[in-house]
């Protein structure tokens, strides 16, 4: 059965802290994974990963997916309180999600 | 360019009735996916639809049902409202099936009394 698992469930950080955010995986037939960030209601989309070891980069944020351990990190650095949303991570094609991490960031 | 819509975006129904949702996705998006979101629960996927076939079914009993229409505007159906069902249901499309990044719409919260 496939399954993408997210860790931690929650995280509350102060402002200017760097977080890391887990995300593993065991589907078949894999493509792709992505991270998503949902702040109210409609998730947007961060990042797709499909080569291992390559890093993505927006800012403060960037990801990295290892293939052969199965796992994606997202990593956040010098938090804002904009950044405190559900970060969801997704392994395409089986359009499985993990349950996500709450990032709560206190000014 | 607008974006998902989804249709009604807030309702509230008995235990026993029906409730359908409507998903209008982005122009010239052929894919449209359906989830369930509960706290603590993340995103369940529901069902996927490209060119009015239903690709994929997550584990939902046979209550939950959709459709997909020429347009690619999507429907789904839950019959039998149990308490449960509360949530909000997420609808997201994408240009084709198997690609990348999937455009979500607000969503519907439905609270089952």
């Known amino acids: 059965e496939d399954k993408v698992v997210q860790s931690p469930l929650s995280l509350v950080v102060h402002e200017g802290d760097t977080v890391t955010l887990n995300c593993s995986y065991e589907v078949t037939n894999f493509r792709s994974l992505l991270w998503y960030k949902q702040e109210k209601k409609a998730p947007t989309f961060l990042f797709m990963l499909?080569?291992?070891?390559i890093e993505k980069k927006s800012g403060r944020l960037s990801s990295i997916l290892d293939k052969k351990e199965l796992f994606s990190i997202l990593n956040i650095t010098a938090t804002q309180t904009g950044d405190s949303a559900i970060y969801l991570c997704q392994a395409g094609t089986a359009l499985i999600f993990g349950k996500g991490t709450t990032l709560s960031v206190s000014s | 360019k607008a974006g998902v819509t989804q249709t009604p975006r807030y309702l509230i129904k008995t235990r026993g009735q029906q409730v359908t949702l409507s998903c209008s996705p982005i122009?010239?998006?052929?894919?449209v996916s359906w989830y369930q979101q509960t706290p603590g629960q993340g995103l369940q996927f529901l069902f996927e639809?490209?060119?009015?076939?239903?690709?994929n079914k997550g584990n939902f009993p046979g209550r939950f049902s959709g459709r997909q229409f020429s347009n690619s505007r999507s429907e789904m159906n839950v019959s039998t409202l149990e308490l449960g069902d509360s949530a909000l249901y997420l609808c997201a499309s994408s240009p084709t099936t198997n690609t990348g990044e999937l455009f979500f719409g607000e969503g519907s919260r439905l609270t089952v009394l």
């Open positions: 499909t080569s291992s070891g």
């Open positions: 639809y490209f060119s009015e076939t239903q690709r």
């Open positions: 122009s010239g998006h052929r894919s």
